[in-house]
């Protein structure tokens, strides 16, 4: 680590193959980097590189300040680059993004626009934003090609346009053998030419099956080794023969209930798409007393004592207990999340100047498939709106993990429950992404919530929300570093941005002859790579 913090120089293994047989080089690591910060797809993790390098949250917001326009009015109808605009797109590229990842002899090196300490959590997490890939392969499939004038026909692809949409090839230990969509399988062997000693088991079957019944009697009989299990059904598993429950694991993850101020207007949870008792209008959740009513309909505490059966936690906002910011005694704030049914009744009568109260509403509230923990609070909370006034009607409906996604990217959910587990053990990994302008959830609750949040505040001092959130994160004392997440998080309750259901807490389902496993909060899914059977 150099110059203060602002250069990364990595020194690359030689002797590593990719699974196609490729060696593993500098220059695939450059590129790799590269080409994930050009391919930037929207509501994905490549901010947190663009956030790290250039200190913006996007590409498409670093071409803005670049050039200075948005980034969509400088192509034609067909995506090509405007004639005036073509050499300052190509120079994107040349003077930004490839200076700032370059090749040095048996080494890489990546420079930062200024510090920025979670960089190496960043990059050190198991996931895909710093996964590295083979220059030479992914051109020759398709994926960019690595040159100056063509990086933007590869932005922001389609999941389904992409080269690697279907077909992997990297370097560690298990390689994919094959992905089932109809059976929704997927099957990885072991890759006996890894770098390391290979693994102990030599094959991985991971099945995706919503229906919990089905799962419970393949891991009584054997035929799951680990198991996912909604938490409302562990006793079912607990004392159940041949099976290890592992309880009271820590986390670093929030589930939440955000609101969209501006639904996109052809989506199809909105019902008629206006407030006459029928539907409602995109900016239905832009009125704060909407907001504050679905917020106080919830119950918190009932819903973790009766349904998480004790493993979970309320929390004040979004940002977990365990760091930096955390403020237990924040949760005695009068603006807190709290369960209470008079005051609901309250704001619902206030919404849209009585329109809500006098005309009702309609709308629907989605749920991945699979996941009764969500369908419960889904459930939970139109059972208690829908007992305020028989005016409001919400429909629950479960639909694929995919669907769910998509429409929440395209913004045709009216609200969402979703969870974040963090990618980096800092605040500002929840506080930006779920209330700045250009985090991954806030980004997708509309134009009007951006607009508010970017916008200064008299409540913050003449400070925007956003503004508040970057000085937060480059503040180096940690007792100020507290105090400004602390006056974020009265500001995000005051205005009823959001409100956490709980803060989990973790455990694990697995048949005893599993062994090697331990926990690390910050990777809870399976390392098959530590993981044998003894039998």
């Not at 603006?335 to 009744?345: G, S, V, W, Y």
């Not at 769910?404 to 979703?418: K, N, Q, S, T, V």
């Not at 985090?439 to 925007?464: C, W």
Request: hydrophobic share 40%; net charge negative.
């Amino acid at each position: 680590i150099l110059d203060g913090g602002k250069v990364y120089k990595f020194y690359i293994r030689k002797g590593v193959k990719f699974h196609e047989g490729g060696d593993l080089t500098p220059e695939d690591v450059e590129y790799s980097f590269e080409r994930g910060l050009i391919l930037d797809p929207a509501a994905g993790p490549m901010w947190m590189l663009w956030e790290a390098l250039f200190g913006v949250d996007s590409l498409e917001t670093f071409v803005e300040k670049v050039v200075g326009k948005p980034y969509s009015e400088l192509f034609d109808e067909n995506g090509e680059p405007l004639p005036e605009y073509k050499d300052a797109l190509i120079k994107v590229y040349t003077d930004y993004i490839d200076p700032a990842i370059e090749v040095e002899g048996d080494a890489v090196v990546i420079k930062l626009v200024r510090p920025f300490a979670p960089f190496m959590n960043i990059i050190a997490q198991s996931a895909n934003w710093a996964a590295i890939l083979d220059k030479e392969w992914c051109i020759e499939v398709g994926c960019w090609d690595g040159k100056a004038d063509t990086w933007w026909k590869y932005h922001d692809i389609r999941k389904e346009e992409s080269p690697l949409y279907d077909r992997m090839n990297g370097t560690g230990p298990f390689k994919l053998v094959e992905w089932d969509r109809a059976q929704r399988k997927v099957i990885l062997e072991r890759n006996d030419n890894y770098w390391r000693e290979p693994a102990k088991i030599k094959k991985v079957i991971i099945w995706t099956i919503d229906e919990w019944s089905t799962r419970k009697a393949m891991l009584e009989q054997g035929d799951a080794d680990i198991c996912a299990v909604p938490v409302q059904y562990l006793p079912q598993v607990e004392g159940m023969e041949g099976v290890t429950v592992i309880k009271d694991l820590p986390t670093l993850i929030v589930t939440a209930l955000h609101f969209n101020w501006n639904i996109k207007k052809d989506s199809k949870y909105i019902g008629s798409g206006k407030l006459d008792g029928n539907g409602i209008p995109p900016d239905f959740f832009s009125d704060i007393h909407v907001r504050k009513g679905f917020i106080y309909a919830m119950d918190y505490q009932g819903f973790i004592k009766d349904v998480l059966h004790g493993l979970g936690k309320q929390v004040p906002t979004d940002l977990p207990e365990g760091l930096l910011g955390f403020n237990e005694k924040l949760l005695e704030d009068e603006n807190a999340p709290r369960f209470d049914i008079l005051k609901a009744t309250e704001e619902f009568k206030k919404a849209w100047n009585g329109e809500v109260w006098k005309k009702g509403f309609k709308m629907t509230l989605l749920y991945n498939l699979g996941n009764d923990t969500r369908r419960v609070a889904a459930e939970m909370l139109k059972a208690y709106i829908e007992m305020i006034n028989p005016k409001f009607h919400i429909e629950v409906r479960g639909v694929q993990w995919p669907t769910y996604l998509d429409a929440y990217r395209r913004g045709e959910l009216p609200a969402f429950i979703i969870g974040w587990l963090a990618d980096y053990p800092d605040p500002h990994n929840f506080i930006f992404t779920y209330y700045h302008s250009g985090g991954v959830y806030a980004g997708r609750q509309g134009e009007n919530f951006k607009k508010f949040v970017s916008t200064p505040h008299p409540d913050l001092g003449g400070k925007s929300l956003d503004e508040l959130i970057i000085q937060a994160v480059g503040e180096s004392d940690p007792a100020k570093r507290q105090a400004l997440y602390e006056e974020i998080q009265k500001f995000t309750m005051k205005y009823a941005l959001g409100a956490p259901l709980y803060q989990g807490i973790g455990f694990r389902v697995q048949r005893s002859w599993v062994k090697g496993w331990y926990y690390n909060m910050m990777r809870p899914g399976d390392d098959y790579y530590i993981l044998y059977k003894e039998e």
